[in-house]
């Protein structure tokens, strides 16, 4: 029952950040103009004289940004999921094992020598990502205990990546390519195209449904991996499964945004807290928490005064602060 409402308010939060962030921004638009655009194109109608602004404002601009917010959210929150639930610690994100070290290693290789086009910069991303991914777990499979050399794998790849991208910057041009690199690293919804959630959905939406149809693996994985192999589960085979769909996943929406942090490591924390940790219901509630969140703090950023920053940096101020109560919170209560 608790579930249940919670499944509910989340839903309902959800709803109310998409029509808030369809509506606000420089170009207001109201609610009844809003339905007005959208049934007539439901309809196959065109807009007229008084609803043409209003319409190519929210199927050129807002619509695509506010869809890949939603996707971006949910797979970095079930990406988080996924991870806490192999590596069974609740405060492991995607970004300990090298994904957004190699995304930006990605990024910066395309801006330099390649090409700046969106389509080549999230090419360059999603591949390294992935390949950083792929390199810790060739590294750290091969300790006694599987989790922890992953962890400390994580690290090493991590660490190796961050250098390489940060001499990908001190080589850049400090004019043209450092810059697109800087702000690249720190995130934005701001130049999103239809094209860019087509290919995210399709990415994004393969990932989840696969790590949701084998969930009940994953329950038994988070207890132990003796008792996964007690009820038949082939552990590294099903741990290999995991990290390259979570991983495809995070790379999907990061490579299509930019570096967007703490969402993949807050929402599931907080998730794993309201719902539990059956993955059954954890995985959807993530996924839906996640997109609400992204959504927005995008939509924020989008309305602040001073002009649209990168959203990484509400974000952090957000997400940081949030852990540590919630930290400190629980520390409380194991107390008690």
């Given at each position: 029952?608790?579930?249940?409402?919670?499944?509910?308010?989340?839903?309902?939060?959800?709803?109310?950040?998409?029509?808030?962030?369809?509506?606000?921004?420089?170009?207001?638009?109201?609610?009844?103009?809003?339905?007005?655009?959208?049934?007539?194109?439901?309809?196959?109608?065109?807009?007229?004289?008084?609803?043409?602004?209003?319409?190519?404002?929210?199927?050129?601009?807002?619509?695509?940004?506010?869809?890949?917010?939603?996707?971006?959210?949910?797979?970095?929150?079930?990406?988080?999921?996924?991870?806490?639930?192999?590596?069974?610690?609740?405060?492991?994100?995607?970004?300990?094992?090298?994904?957004?070290?190699?995304?930006?290693?990605?990024?910066?290789?395309?801006?330099?020598?390649?090409?700046?086009?969106?389509?080549?910069?999230?090419?360059?991303?999603?591949?390294?990502?992935?390949a950083a991914?792929?390199?810790?777990?060739?590294?750290?499979?091969?300790?006694?205990?599987?989790?922890?050399?992953?962890?400390?794998?994580?690290?090493?790849?991590?660490?190796?990546?961050?250098?390489?991208?940060?001499?990908?910057?001190?080589?850049?041009?400090?004019?043209?390519?450092?810059?697109?690199?800087?702000?690249?690293?720190?995130?934005?919804?701001?130049?999103?195209?239809?094209?860019?959630?087509?290919?995210?959905?399709?990415?994004?939406?393969?990932?989840?449904?696969?790590?949701?149809?084998?969930?009940?693996?994953?329950?038994?994985?988070?207890?132990?991996?003796?008792?996964?192999?007690?009820?038949?589960?082939?552990v590294n085979?099903?741990?290999?499964?995991?990290?390259?769909?979570?991983?495809?996943?995070?790379?999907?929406?990061?490579?299509s945004c930019?570096?967007?942090?703490?969402?993949?490591?807050?929402?599931?924390?907080?998730?794993?807290?309201?719902?539990?940790?059956?993955?059954?219901?954890?995985?959807?509630?993530?996924?839906?928490?996640?997109?609400?969140?992204?959504?927005?703090?995008?939509?924020?950023?989008?309305?602040?005064?001073?002009?649209?920053?990168?959203?990484?940096?509400?974000?952090?101020?957000?997400?940081?602060?949030?852990?540590?109560?919630?930290?400190?919170?629980?520390?409380?209560?194991?107390?008690?």
């Open positions: 029952m608790r579930n249940k409402s919670a499944f509910i308010i989340i839903i309902i939060l959800l709803i109310i950040c998409v029509m808030f962030a369809l509506t606000t921004g420089q170009y207001h638009i109201r609610l009844e103009t809003l339905w007005k655009v959208v049934s007539l194109k439901l309809l196959g109608k065109t807009p007229g004289d008084g609803l043409a602004t209003p319409s190519m404002v929210l199927w050129s601009v807002r619509m695509p940004r506010v869809l890949m917010a939603i996707l971006a959210g949910a797979a970095l929150s079930v990406g988080g999921v996924v991870f806490q639930g192999i590596m069974r610690n609740p405060l492991v994100s995607p970004s300990f094992l090298g994904v957004n070290h190699g995304a930006i290693f990605g990024a910066s290789l395309s801006i330099i020598f390649f090409s700046k086009s969106a389509f080549s910069i999230e090419s360059f991303a999603f591949f390294w990502a992935v991914v792929a390199l810790v777990y060739i590294i750290g499979n091969r300790g006694v205990n599987t989790i922890t050399t992953l962890v400390i794998a994580g690290v090493i790849v991590s660490t190796f990546f961050m250098a390489a991208g940060s001499f990908l910057k001190y080589v850049a041009d400090p004019y043209e390519d450092l810059p697109a690199i800087v702000y690249w690293t720190m995130g934005g919804l701001n130049n999103i195209l239809w094209v860019n959630v087509i290919r995210a959905f399709v990415i994004i939406g393969i990932g989840i449904t696969v790590i949701y149809m084998f969930r009940w693996r994953l329950n038994l994985m988070a207890i132990g991996d003796e008792e996964a192999m007690s009820m038949g589960v082939n085979r099903a741990r290999v499964m995991y990290m390259l769909f979570a991983t495809m996943i995070v790379a999907a929406g990061s490579s930019g570096i967007i942090m703490w969402v993949d490591l807050i929402v599931a924390h907080i998730s794993r807290m309201i719902v539990g940790s059956d993955h059954e219901v954890l995985i959807p509630f993530a996924a839906i928490l996640g997109a609400a969140f992204l959504l927005f703090t995008d939509t924020i950023v989008r309305i602040l005064p001073g002009g649209e920053i990168p959203i990484s940096i509400i974000t952090s101020f957000m997400g940081a602060p949030l852990l540590g109560y919630l930290l400190m919170k629980q520390n409380n209560e194991w107390k008690g």
